[in-house]
């Protein structure tokens, strides 16, 4: 029995409207840039930002000297919606990946194959990593072409690539962060009720910690419990990867993967 084979068939639709969904929001997100200058938005916007403090701008990932007349820090705003949902949905994948048979009743059909737990884990992160970066390359492809319809003149092709590229680069590695955290979780609970109500908590939970944690200086720590703030995409353009960042969201997919093969392999299930 091939596990692999049967998760991607099962997670291949919701992926696909998934992706369809989100790449239709990047579209249309992108589809008002060009409306921006002749609206006067720069403006608009600054006048507003004006009367709020600096720091509950960062706290909702604004700049103050942000110009949405400027392709890229419009898209990187407009984008930063698009890497949170892709957060949530490597969460759901990964907290739906190994409860659902145990919850269901038909983990006993799989002991009843000469299948190992960890062959079944393998399988199933297998399954959702392939299914998040498909995710990935359709938003990511629907993304650059937007993009490069509606692009100014003075921005070239190269340009546009690489900071596309370096942005879907950090989504993934957020998914891929929430993705683990979502597996460990899956590998600890008994039931797939309020699977997803979890993986959303999880996320916003985390999120929230990070806003406080760019509210005051002394709360900066926080951002580390935030991976979100690891790979903001309006950051990730202007600064590119901060080394520390990724170091800390390898650690935390390496810890949170070798503890759910650990966890899985000595769980009591319910059979």
Same mark, same amino acid.
């Given at each position: 029995?091939?596990?692999?084979?049967?998760? %991607?068939k099962r997670l291949l639709k919701s992926g696909i409207v998934w992706s369809l969904i989100c790449g239709f929001l990047i579209v249309l997100f992108m589809a008002l840039f060009p409306s921006m200058e002749?609206?006067?938005?720069?403006?608009?916007?600054?006048?507003?930002?004006q009367g709020?403090?600096?720091d509950l701008l960062k706290a909702f990932n604004i700049d103050v000297a942000v110009d949405f007349t400027n392709?890229?820090?419009y898209l990187g705003y407009a984008i930063?919606?698009? !890497?949170m949902a892709s !957060?949530?949905?490597?969460a759901i994948l990964g907290v739906n990946s190994l409860i659902r048979e145990e919850s269901q009743g038909t983990i006993e059909f799989l002991y009843s194959k000469p299948i190992t737990r960890t062959k079944i884990v393998t399988s199933k992160l297998l399954s959702i990593v392939l299914i998040f970066l498909m995710y990935i390359m359709i938003i990511g492809i629907l993304a650059m072409g937007i993009c490069y319809i509606v692009k100014p003149e003075d921005v070239t092709v190269i340009d546009l690539i690489i900071k596309i590229k370096s942005v879907f680069i950090g989504i993934t590695l957020i998914g891929f962060v929430f993705m683990s955290l979502g597996l460990l979780i899956s590998s600890i609970i008994k039931s797939d009720r309020g699977a997803i109500p979890i993986s959303i908590g999880i996320f916003f939970v985390s999120y %929230?910690?990070?806003?406080?944690?760019?509210l005051k200086e002394s709360f900066e720590w926080l951002k580390y419990i935030s991976p979100f703030d690891y790979f903001v995409p309006s950051n990730i353009m202007k600064n590119g990867f901060e080394l520390k960042y990724i170091i800390i969201s390898v650690c935390i997919i390496v810890i949170c993967v070798i503890s759910s093969y650990a966890i899985y392999k000595n769980k009591d299930m319910n059979i």
């Open positions: 029995m091939n596990i692999f084979r049967f998760e %991607f002749d609206m006067g938005m720069k403006e608009i916007v600054n006048s507003k930002m709020m403090s600096v392709i890229f820090d930063q919606y698009i !890497a !957060a949530i949905y490597g %929230f910690i990070g806003m406080i944690g760019k």
